[in-house]
């Protein structure tokens, strides 16, 4: 044996060690979910929770339909939110000259780096004078003010790399500069507008804190927010095969989606990063 | 017609501050080819974004037809434009990136695809028409590019370095059929380039910039024969003119050259003014118009040869005076059929009428032409 | 000859911008600026104003001055919980950037090209992309305090103990680190693949040609790459480490006791679980205050002049 093969192997070696426990993880899923708990044997009833609302240590929560369409009008309103909101913010920055340029470029790249979460309490208190508490509208609000700096930056790079010469053809050929941004720019941006729309799906569909913080009606709640209660409810869990009934409903359809999109998620640089 | 008269453009960043033109006039008339030639950095690529209107000046006034044109959006000026990327919207098809135009000017969609086909077939891309610009060979986008601009049936069209990405041997066609096509459609033209090559073959006039101002705009003959300064002088043509630094001085009713390594009196009929005398100039003769002769000819000079390059179609020999002090090697171009080595001793004479006397102040300015 | 006359001056401000142009970017930020005022910036000034008052559960805030920074210092509970912040703040990063490092080296030097180095990146993804309530319940099962729980059922079966071990208070801290660093190593391995990446090919091979062991390729070509990503992945994940608290939430809710309870986490529990609102906006403000230098060094990663650049077209 060569020692390149050799060399291989050790690789190989190691980075499946360090990958067992993601597999472990992975396949306990579908086990946990489909086993029955006390008998070993393959059992569909965790699964109930698609028939009756679920009851769990002295929660009751209602039946899971109405949720998962909370979950999908959520995120969408999220993604599109994010995008309406960032593109044209992105596009600004990137390509417009206007007063105060510099600082509010240098005020986005504060708010990106900072973690607003820090300041939730306060953003509590600004929800409850607006009577935006326990509604959906204060929920968007907050988690669409949170990522979008992260969205403007990433969108910014996109319109950085549309060659200037396509922008003034534009402007030749008849078009305004608003026109040439809705007719040449975003097309051009397109892949960019995919990347922040899963990046958003994502993080909305994960979303619990704000859920857990702010909304106090069982039946407004998304997935994330219904299995946070399940899950915070007790330090220990009594019924991980419902718990993970739940959890592989809920998540199989993102993982599916992020096999298909996994390359967006390496496409992330450093952007404007010093030397990189 | 188009009217430059004194544009200023300040450029005001943190990096690039400063002048890019500097009190440029020009004036292009109706169904002129136009070139703007320059080293990089002379404000060529400036003054063409701002007949565009995508760069407004910063003082001076541009007219087009008369009118002032200074702050008329892009869409309003009529121009059709070609870029060094060609910059076709890779979104759109071809057909529509030709008709792109027509439709932002609100033409029904089945007439601009008429008129896109029309276009596409002068440029022989009618075929392609379906295809998206990633499907296309450099060249093909090239045309794709001049059917876009040309489409709307512009009163401008402005090329900006549009042949700088094809090949070598493509470019000469290319050339040729953008002045076909111009002829044809009768429309003003005005191309950026820093290929003087391509800039002398295709226009009618070429205006030659440097630090932001039109040093010579002449058509590309005078402005070969007779550059107004140095800068023209050093800038066209290739191998580049032999500028030899020297003294007029007069004596005994003879108006000597006085250089380093030889001494040249000026023929009869290009004598200099009284008042030049005593100044520095550079001595300016092209390498063809430089012959190698026998000793006993009026006039010649002895040289000796450092280096000879064979070029194919003749051989470039870099002479030196025999002491070796000269501040350059003076270079000239001979047949191949004449027999010179590195080393040998030569006899060269200067064709009478085509030397030049430049200015080592004032600008470099042509002494020897009457202006 | 115009090359002899004098530069003509600039003739003042012969262009105007009309109005409508001039606010025309501003068109663009609106929403977003509207969006940043109300929920980042108000609040923002809403907690340095609400620490200093002793607002609570009755909603009827007084003015107390400095009297809420002065209990924080005195407070018991501080020192245990800087001492918890520190410690997960800083074993989760030097943990997920050790790892970070193996994997993305392994995977884009090591195994360049290969289908596997894929295969592995994207089975490390999962944890990030798996939603978090879900990614928890893992580690409370894997941990799980009955005999039920994997790693108490390994040890049973071979005779390591003979009780089920109740981890999640022997060793809650490990247990959120280990927990938090598996789902942040992908964050940085990305960054580092792609600075590797960026490493040309041609690099490796004239360092082959020259004898180099794969020891000094690491040290002496890929690692002075790293050097900026390395630094930007610390920073940020360090910032988000002090402030964040969704895993701790999720796993342990801070306990047993305040055994997992950071800063963070401590000023979210004052004003949420036992309403003292102003006394939790006085705790949040130094997390804020950390926060905030940490990301002020963070922005003197980036070059700005080289980020905004001027528009090409004048309107």
Known sequence: MSTRTLKQLLVHTYLTLFTLPIIAMIVWYFLAATLNFTTGQFSLENFSFFREPVEYAGVELPLIWPIVLNTLVYSFLIVFLEVFISVPTAYAFSRLDFKGKNAAMKFLFLMRSFPGITLIIATFFILVQMHLVNTYLGVLLVAVTGSLPGRVYIMKGFFDEVPWDIEWAAMVDGCTRYGAFKK????????????????????????????????????????????????????QILNYGLITAIGLFYTLPIIVFYIFTQKVFMKVNLGGAKQV | MITLSNIVKEYEGKQESGRAVDGLNLEIRKGEFVALLGPSGCGKTTTLMMLAGLLKPTSGDIHFNGKLVNHTEPKDRNIGMVFQSYALYPHLTVRDNIAFPLRERKMPKREAYERAKETSRILQIDHLLDRKPSQLSGGQQQRVAMARALSKDPEILLLDEPMSNLDARLKLDVRDEIRKIQRKLGVTTIIVTHDQEEALAISDRVAILNGGRIQQYAPPHELFNHPVNLFVASFLGSPPMNLILGQLQESGGRQIVLTEGFEYELPAGRRLEKEHMGKTVRFGIRPHDISICSADQPGSLRMKVDLVEHLGSGKLVKVMDPEGKLDTMIRLLTGNEVQVEAGDDIYVTFKADKFHLFDTENGGLNLTQHV | MDHLTDRPAAVGPAYRKPFKKKIYPYLFIMPFAALVLVFFVLPALATVAMSFTDLNASMKPKFVGLENFKRVFADYNLPDILRNTAIFAILSLAISLLFALVISIATQYFLKGKIAAVVYRVLWLIPSIIPAVVYVTFWKYLFDPTEGGLVNRILLQFGLESDPVSWFSKAAMAIVILATVVSTISGGMILLSAAI??????????????????????LKIIMPTLKWPLMYITISELIGFVSSYFFIMLLTNGGPMRDTTTLSLYAYQQAFNLKYYGYGAAVSLIVVAISFVLTLLFLRLFDFDEMIKPSRIED
């Open chain 3, 197 to 218: 990446n960026s490493i040309p090919e041609d690099l490796y091979k004239a360092a082959k040609v020259d004898g180099a062991s794969e020891k000094s390729v690491i």
């Open chain 1, 184 to 235: 040449v720019l975003v097309p051009f941006v397109l892949p960019g507008i995919g990347a922040i729309s899963v990046f958003s799906f994502l993080g909305a569909y994960g979303e619990w804190f704000l859920f857990k913080l702010l909304i106090f009606n069982d039946d407004m709640l998304t997935l994330a927010g219904y299995l946070a209660r399940l899950v915070t409810k007790e330090d």
